[in-house]
């Protein structure tokens, strides 16, 4: 299936989506200001109905969603029996079904664990990708499209983060979060719908932002995602996902055992860390380059940007030994770049753990602290 945003002037197109429309940074600015609205191709939707849709992802899932409201907007993880991260979903229910805001390349897998664990529940999860689509922006931007109300409830999901949701726990700091800077949601459009927006961009009518825009203003606020900051090993508290995805007082669910105990009684084994990067050979990084200190690997990165104010960053996830100030090298195709780090997640990460407000670095004062 042709993607229709293809006859938009400047569209650069690939298996994702939308990259961008001929200027990545001028499409952040717009897109944060709310001038435009960002198509976005590398995420699925998945549908659950039933009556006992809520109880059954309550009880099989990290968040507590037993009595989401029609309208209310939260996000999941399933985990597996360790505490790791298998799957991560965005949630907006209209009292008739629960809507998943995925990204494309879990949406099968998940699907398939859904229905393995129906068993004799009144609950039906299936793809909804042939029906709806995804778009993205401040939630005034997202005046400009029709979200799919099939129950007479908007399917707009609102981004809770960086606020703490009821059960969670903040490792960041609060005060000076960057991500309150942020104003995101996401709307659930009808298939009709989508292909309108491209044919309104493309007479010029509404404007566009490409997912390299959004992408950049979510590494910017700290912002995880299932596609860049999972592996194998991911355990939420490494990311500062207690504070949107967990709910850590409901009842027991696959993994909650390993969740209560890493947040009580000890730490996470890695911490996810911002990066300023040196800006003056116009190198980004790749996900998977290693984050060193002299010659010894403490990490990887996870995400990388150019901003449209901050320059290049980065998000990583290290050793939680990694000393805070410790000036960072990360090594790419092209070279090495001096890396200055802020501590989204401290190393002493848990229920009693001191969390100091932390002055947000200039461009400036990272490349001053570097040796």
């Known amino acids: 299936m042709a993607d229709p945003f293809g006859a938009v002037p400047g569209a650069v197109i690939d298996d994702a989506g939308l990259q961008h429309v001929g200027n990545p940074l001028a499409e952040q600015r717009a897109l944060a200001q709310g001038a435009a609205v960002a198509p976005l191709g590398d995420r699925r939707v998945l549908v659950v109905s039933g009556e006992d849709r809520l109880t059954w992802l309550d009880s099989l899932t990290s968040q507590a969603v037993a ?10 993880l399933v985990l597996d029996p ?11 229910d209209d009292g008739e079904s629960a809507w998943l805001i ?19 529940l009144r609950v039906d999860p299936r793809d909804a990708d042939d029906e709806v689509a995804v778009v993205g922006g401040t939630a005034a931007a997202l005046a400009a499209v029709a979200p799919a109300a099939p129950s007479g409830i908007p399917l707009v999901w609102r981004d809770p983060w960086p606020a703490v949701s009821a059960g969670g726990h903040a490792y960041a700091p609060n005060d000076g979060h960057p991500g309150l800077e942020r104003d995101w949601s996401e709307a659930i459009v009808p298939r009709a719908e989508w292909a309108a927006l491209a044919a309104r961009a493309a007479a010029g009518e509404v404007a566009l932002a490409g997912l390299q825009a959004a992408d950049a203003l979510r590494v910017a606020a700290w912002r995880p995602r299932w596609a ?44 996810l860390v911002a990066l ?49 100030d410790a000036g960072l090298v990360v090594a790419t195709a092209d070279g090495e770049l001096a890396a200055a780090q802020e501590a989204i997640v401290p190393p002493d990460a848990g229920a009693t753990a001191y969390v100091p407000r932390i002055t947000r670095l200039s461009r400036r004062a990272a490349a001053q602290r570097q040796p």
């Open 67 to 76: 009595g989401l409201a029609p309208g209310e907007s939260t996000e999941l």
């Open 228 to 271: 860049r900051e999972v592996d194998e090993r991911s355990l939420p508290h490494e990311s500062d996902w207690l504070r949107t995805a967990v709910h850590l007082s409901k009842g027991c669910y696959r993994g909650q055992e390993t969740v209560a105990k890493v947040h009580n009684l000890g730490h996470p084994p890695r911490r």
């Open 276 to 324: 300023q990067l040196d800006g003056s050979d116009s190198v980004l990084p790749a996900p998977g380059d290693e984050v060193r200190i002299g010659d010894d690997v403490v990490g990887a990165v996870t995400s990388a940007a150019l901003h449209f104010e901050e320059g290049p960053i980065a998000l990583a996830i290290v050793r939680r030994s990694t000393p805070v």
């Open 82 to 92: 360790q505490g790791r991260v298998e799957h991560a979903a965005s949630v907006v």
């Open 102 to 120: 995925v990204d494309r390349a879990d949406a099968e897998p998940l699907l398939a664990w859904l229905r393995r664990m129906r068993f004799r």
